[in-house]
């Protein structure tokens, strides 16, 4: 018999993700030059310097921001699930986070927690809400990872911060990993409610022993949180296909596209749990030149 967050997952069938951050107020530009296709990835990109990039949290005060609004519109369409992004590769926390206060609430004049917001107005309209979190990468730090795969493709100039930070020999992810990213996990999953679903994104650097210990977490603090496959290292609970990949059929064997479900250790999901992210054009961040 399945269990009541497996037989959810079944059955959800459409939710809404959110990717919103600092790099949302650049729209896809930075001094005349053009982002990639995914905006989001604009200051690794433009290579935008720390000192610069964190000058945009003293313009974000989105005024208009209405939590309430936009579940509003999830289940107008539809949707049953919202998944939002907490930290991009950025490094930039959508929450007050006690671990950085390189944070939405310390850093902006909006000084209003979005996570805390979001999750608040799913809980009032029944929506089962879900963070997107980056476990790997994070370019505001001198140990952020990715600084390993700089050979694979990315979208932007390369999956470090190599601008800021380009020494790859002094670079120590464990470092990173046990002072931020581990601490802000175990936040998110334990102050912001019931959590039905822990994106985790891009593992390019983590360890087996890390992977374990982010998914031993997340399930000790949300037992009934499903984990998606880009944690890594084959530790998950639903598989997340390529990016906008809508297969015709699951290749139980395979994992549809090679992409970070191949990097990250894929193996078909123990639940028999798929799920495709799909942007509404091309952009996940928003892009003002992307019309399609």
């Known amino acids: ?12 069938k459409y939710g809404m993700m959110i990717h919103w951050g600092l790099y949302s107020l650049l ?3 930075y001094r005349g030059e053009a982002s990639t296709a995914y905006a989001e990835w604009i200051q690794s990109k433009c290579q935008i310097p720390i000192a610069n ?24 369409c539809g949707m049953s699930y919202l998944v939002v992004t907490a930290k991009h590769h950025d490094g930039f926390a959508m929450y007050d986070s006690a671990v950085s206060d390189y944070n939405v609430v310390a ?10 917001e979001l999750a ?13 979190y980056s476990q790997d990468l994070d370019w505001h730090e001198p140990n952020g990872g990715g ?11 390369t999956w470090d911060n190599s601008w800021d930070f380009p020494d790859t020999r002094r670079k120590d992810f464990a470092q990173c990993f046990s002072t931020k990213i581990l601490p802000q996990v175990r936040e998110l999953m334990q102050n912001y409610g019931d959590i039905a679903t822990a994106w985790f994104d891009v593992p390019m650097t983590l360890t087996k022993a890390q992977s374990q210990e982010l998914y031993d977490t997340v399930k000790a603090l949300q037992p009934d949180c499903l984990i998606n496959s880009r944690l890594g290292n084959g530790q998950y609970d639903y598989v997340v296909l390529g990016d906008n990949e809508i297969p015709t059929a699951i290749d ?41």
């Open 1 to 12: 018999m399945m269990t009541d967050n497996v037989s959810w997952f079944k059955q959800a």
């Open 27 to 29: 729209g896809g530009a």
């Open 53 to 76: 990039y964190g000058r945009l949290a003293t313009a974000f005060n989105p005024l208009c921001f209405d939590a309430d609004r936009i579940v509003a519109l999830a289940k107008d």
């Open 107 to 116: 850093q902006t004049p909006f000084h209003r927690d979005v996570i805390g």
């Open 120 to 132: 608040a107005a799913c809980r009032r309209a029944g929506l089962r809400f879900g963070l997107y």
């Open 147 to 157: 600084y390993l795969s700089n050979d694979l493709e990315n979208s932007g100039t």
């Open 252 to 292: 139980q064997g395979a994992g549809g596209a090679v992409d970070y479900n191949d990097i990250g250790g894929f193996k078909p999901s123990p639940l028999g749990l798929y799920e495709s992210a799909g942007t509404m054009n091309d952009s996940w961040g928003f892009s003002y030149q992307d019309h399609n």
